[in-house]
C-alpha cells in the first residue's frame, strides 16, 4: 500500500529519497544515522543500508526496533522482505558475541554467544585457527590467547560478526592534571555542552562495557583538540596523541599548554625534528610508518610500547595507516579513543576503525553545529567552466589519468579564482588545489604565498601566523593543508583541483573554513570544476559527505564565451 513517506526501499538495500518531498530534511537527518549516502543527483539521494552503518547506530544507542520502525515510518511502501529479514539479522547478530575476561587465567579471554553463534563462526578456517577450547551448552563459549582479542575482533567484523569488547582496560601510568576551565572570576575556556556529551559518550558510565574505546565524530572547527583534553583529564592516565602532521603535533601541544595544568616537561614532541618521550607524547602517523627501505621494519614503532599509556588518541583516525593498525591490532588493552570529522575512508577499512579502534560513539550534525553558531555557515558553490578549445582537443585524445589532470589544471580557473577574490576583497582567503605546476602559476600570478609539501616547518608556521594576523590576505597551499592545519581566520576557499573523488578530503578542505567568524559568522566555499570532462563525475562523488550533512551545492556555468566579453552577471552567482 502506497504512504506519503519521503524514501523507497528497494530490495537491493538502497534507500531512494525524494529531494522534493516536505519531509526530506527531517527524513535526511535521520537516515543518515543508520545508512550510508552514496549519490545525490537532483531528484533523489542513494543511500544504502550495510552491516556497518546499522552497527554504528546501534552502537551509538539506537535499538533495533527504533531503526526498523524508523525505516518503515519513511518508507513510502512497504519495506521489502528480504530487506527487513537481513535487517533483522544484521541487528541481532550487534551484542550476541561477546569477549570477557577469563578469571581462570589472564592469558586467555573467552568468546560467549548462544551455541547458535559459536557453531557458525567456528565453520570460518581463519576463526579457527585463532580460537583454542570449544565449550558447548545453551550459551556456548571458546577461549582464545589474549594476545589475539585485536585479530579476533578484526576478522569477526569482517566476516558479519561484531564482537562487543567487555574485558576492560589497563589504567596505564597516573598522571595528574587538569584543564583551565573557567569558574567564577577567573580566566580560562568552558567545555561546550556537545563537547562534554562527546566526552561522556567515549567515557561510559563507569562500566566495561559500556566506554573505553571509540570514535568521535564532530566536523572542523568543532573543537575536537579540547575534546581529547577533556578525554585525557578523565582517565588522568599517560597518553600517547597520533595525528597527521608535525603542524598538527605543536597544535596539540599548544593546546595542552595553554590549556591545562600539564607542566612543559611533561609534554614530548615525537618527530623527525625531536624524539622526546613524556607522561604525553604527540606523535604523527608519518613518523611511525617512516622506513629508508620497504624490506626494514618501522623502527619508530616501538613508541608504542616506550611507556605504559593509558590512552591513545588518534586524531584523524580515518587517515590510519595499514602499519598503525596492525599495532593497534596488538593493544587492545589500552584505551583508543578516535576523533574525526568524517568516517569515511577511501580505501575501505572503516570495519577496520570499528573492530580495532572502536564503534562510533558520538556524532554531532554539523549544521546542527551550525544552527547553534558554533561552526560558521558556509555556502557552498560548484563553477564549472569550459575548456579552451585547444585544451579540448588535447583532452580527447588524452587516455586515463591524464584526462583527468587536463580537466583539473584548466587554466581558464586562474581567471575565475581571480574574480572570487575581488568579489570577497579584505576576506582572508586560501587557495587549494592538487597539482604543483598549477599551484605555482596561481601564486605567481596572484603574488601571493604558496605552502606545499617542500615548504619547511618554520616557513609554514611563519605564514600561518601571517594569515592569522591579516598580514597575508591570500594562501596558497597544497593538500598539506587538508589536515589539521589552524587557519581560523579563513572565510573564502577556492579549491581548483583536488584528489579525484575523495569524499574525506571535501570534507577537510571545507573544514578549513568552519571556525567562528566575527560578523556574520559566514564563509564561502567555491570548486572550479571543468565542465564536460571527467572532474565533474569526481567532482559530484567529493561532494556526497557534505551533501549528507546538509550542505547543498549551487551550480553555476561560465562559459569560454565569459573570457570574450560576454560577461555574466557575477553578483547573482556568488550572494549568500
Known sequence: MEGTGACIVQRDFTVLLEKDHPGFESARLELSRYAELLKSPASFHTYRLTPLSLWNAAASGMTKTEIMDSLSTLSRFKVPDQVHQSMDVWLTRYGKLRLRRNPDDITTLILQSDSEYMNEIRKYPSIRGLLMEFTGGVNGSCLLAARHRGAVKQELTRLGYPVLDEVGYHDGNDLRFSLRTRTAGEDGFTLRPYQRESVDAFAGKGEESDGGSGVLVLPCGAGKTVIGLAAMERLQCE?????????????????????????????????????????????????????????ETFKHMKLFNERDWGLIIYDEVHLLPAPVFRVTADIQATRRLGLTATLVREDGCEKDVFSLIGPKRYEMPWRELEQAGWIAEVKCTEIRISLPEPLRKQYLLAEGKHKYRIAAENPAKLAIAKRLLQRHTGKPA???????????????????????????????????????????PVLVVSKVANFAVDLPDAAVGIQVSGSYGSRQEEAQRLGRLLRPKAGDNRAFFYTLVSDESKELAFALRRQLFLIEQGYEYTVREYSEDDFAGKEADWASCIQM
Open 430 to 472: 586560501l587557495i587549494i588545489g592538487q597539482y604543483l605546476d598549477q599551484l605555482t602559476q596561481i601564486a605567481a600570478e596572484l603574488e601571493a604565498p604558496l605552502i606545499t609539501g617542500r615548504s619547511g616547518q618554520q616557513e609554514r608556521i611563519d605564514l600561518y601566523r601571517g594569515f592569522q594576523r591579516g598580514d597575508i
Open 239 to 295: 597518553t600517547l596523541i597520533l595525528t597527521s602532521n608535525v603542524t598538527s603535533v605543536r597544535q596539540w601541544i599548544h593546546e595542552m599548554r595553554s590549556k591545562s595544568t600539564l607542566l612543559e616537561e611533561q609534554i614530548g614532541e615525537y618527530s623527525g625534528d625531536k624524539k622526546e618521550v613524556r607522561p604525553v607524547t604527540v606523535s604523527t602517523y608519518q613518523i611511525l610508518t617512516h622506513r629508508s627501505r620497504k624490506e
